[in-house]
């Protein structure tokens, strides 16, 4: 159960809703949201995993941790999204890549 509790903690930091909000809204579709994740999101999701272990450790409540985890996975998220566009930008014509 508890397990079940920090994941869904982690889930709502990043993904804005619990596991079971997920398959309801999503009955045709298999596995977890975990499953249709894109990579930035499971990086970030592994980011905030180990964040979370930390915040327990220093005793911190369920609701800063999750307003913490929320706001490190939406600036987290944020930079991967800006580089991942930056990445996909063309060289330079005439110029080196």
Do not use: S
Request: glycine share 8%.
């Amino acid at each position: 159960m508890t397990y079940a509790n920090e994941a869904d903690l982690l889930n709502v930091a990043l993904f804005g809703q619990t596991a079971q909000q997920w398959r309801d809204a999503n009955p045709k579709l298999e596995g977890n949201m975990r499953d249709y994740a894109t990579i930035e999101q499971l990086l970030v999701l592994a980011n905030i995993e180990g964040m979370n272990a930390e915040f327990i450790h220093m005793g911190l409540l369920h609701g800063e941790r999750l307003r913490r985890l929320n706001q490190i996975a939406i600036r987290q998220m944020q930079t991967l999204t800006v580089a991942t566009n930056v990445r996909h930008l063309e060289p330079p014509k005439g110029g080196k890549e």
